[in-house]
């Protein structure tokens, strides 16, 4: 699968041919026109990472920024913008940018620092073989998953579903995207098929099910894992 870059500038110019260059590359690219925009679908779906420029409409690329990390989404963030204090680069990186590119920028720069970024990213496949959030212990390579040193029994599907949610942990997943990506598309399970692998996980992972801590619902949404 490709992975999904947000763009959130609202020069078209721009826009279009960090899209071409990114596509070439083999992203899949969508963008925001303003910070409203681009905070709300940064939220809600699962990006690789956001593109993000400081001057916008509505909310600022500096709001943007700190209200994702205020909502727990740890999407990998590089911020543009045409300023080039040294000042505006410190309030971004402290608020949670992980980058920052001064425009006019040379198109070879803004790849390798999304490469780079991409590298760092907690949300792309495990590459390290263990998680842990809580008293719960998350073994990629055995597919196992244990609290407090007692293994739980999970059964496939529900390991595959909590996998999919450590990737895409602090972003709201729909229940359609869940089918998608855990059960696939030629499989033929209903949303309520969701939210049966949701409960079912819950009464295995969680200290109160009824009263969750890592895996929260999001009304009229889907989910979200926060651990």
């Known amino acids: 699968m490709r992975q999904r870059v947000l763009i959130v500038e609202d ?4 826009v279009m041919t960090i899209t071409d260059r990114l596509e070439n590359e083999g992203y899949s690219v ?8 681009g905070l709300e679908r940064a939220s809600q779906e699962p990006f690789a990472a956001v593109i993000l420029d400081i001057m916008l409409p509505g909310k600022n690329g500096f709001d943007v920024c700190r209200d994702l990390r205020k909502r727990g989404v740890l999407t990998p963030i590089l911020m543009l913008t045409a300023r080039g204090q040294v000042v505006d680069k410190i309030v971004g990186l402290k608020l949670g940018a992980d980058d920052y590119l001064t425009k006019p920028f040379e198109m070879l720069e803004l790849l390798a620092r999304l490469e780079a970024l991409l590298r760092r990213s907690p949300l792309l496949e495990p590459k390290t073989e263990a998680y842990q959030f809580g008293s719960i212990h998350v073994d990629f390579r055995k597919a196992e998953v244990s609290r407090d040193g007692q293994l739980l029994e999970l059964s496939a599907r529900e390991f595959q579903l909590l996998k999919y949610f450590i990737r895409h942990r602090g972003a709201t997943l729909t229940r359609d995207e869940l089918l998608n990506e855990v059960w696939g598309y030629n499989s033929m399970p209903t949303t309520r098929t969701v939210d049966v692998h949701v409960s079912w996980l819950r009464q295995k992972i969680e200290l109160n099910p009824s009263h969750p801590q890592y895996i929260l619902t999001v009304h009229r949404q889907g989910y979200k894992f926060i651990g």
């Open 11 to 14: 020069e078209p110019g721009l």
């Open 30 to 37: 969508e963008s925001a026109g303003d910070g409203d925009i």
